[in-house]
């Protein structure tokens, strides 16, 4: 006998709403306006365009671990109702993880070379001379090109197979962004594994269930 449906949740039914998912994923990125223009915090202001180039690597690095975290838990918890409305924005919150890597990037061209363009080159040049710098790139890049084939039509033209290939450099887009936030830091940031420890731990248990059903059906 097939499970019996489980009845929404009250935050299942409000995260099944898309101006309520586009609202969690705004938010993060106004925060920087709250030190800098409400509480005038002094550490903030000392340097806010570093302080707001922080801030949006570190949401970008959240929100793609976040939609990595859709996958597993719906392997692990396929008829829960909450893991099917985050499965519905699967898309909508990855390209949020590649837009907030742009503005992370933008801010970073900004932080170095203000708004003259002529600097361009040389912070390029910089950026491949050091490895956390050349990590960061690379995972933009990717996150880049995921974005930009995320769309339904793509997938069509490209095909399923080529479709899924692609889309599985996105773990190696997370093992870059773990390194460049690791690596950016003097000391080792504790953040990080608040991160990423848990989205291993969710991967590990996926690929253990997803063995032990192959192993039920075959017998």
Known sequence: MPPTPATPSALARLLQ???VVWTLLVLPGLWPAWPIFVTRNPSV?????????HHLGFVACVVLVTVL??????????????VQ???RHRRLVGVAAAAYAAL???????????????FLPAILATAVEKPFQLTGLIAFVILLVLA?????AILRRLGARRWKFIH???????????????SARKVFPVQVLWIFVPLLALELARIVTSLRRSAGSSR
Do not use: C, M, W
């Open 69 to 82: 975290t859709f996958t597993p838990l719906r392997v692990l918890f396929p008829h829960a109702p909450l």
């Open 148 to 152: 930009v084939t995320s769309p339904h």
């Open 104 to 118: 992370h990037f933008a801010t970073h061209l900004l932080y170095e070379g203000g708004t003259d363009v002529a």
């Open 168 to 182: 599985r450099f996105v773990y190696l887009a997370a093992a870059l962004v773990a390194y460049h936030q690791i």
């Open 45 to 53: 202001l000392a340097d806010p365009l570093k302080f707001i180039l």
């Open 17 to 19: 709403r898309k101006p």
């Open 85 to 87: 409305a985050l499965n």
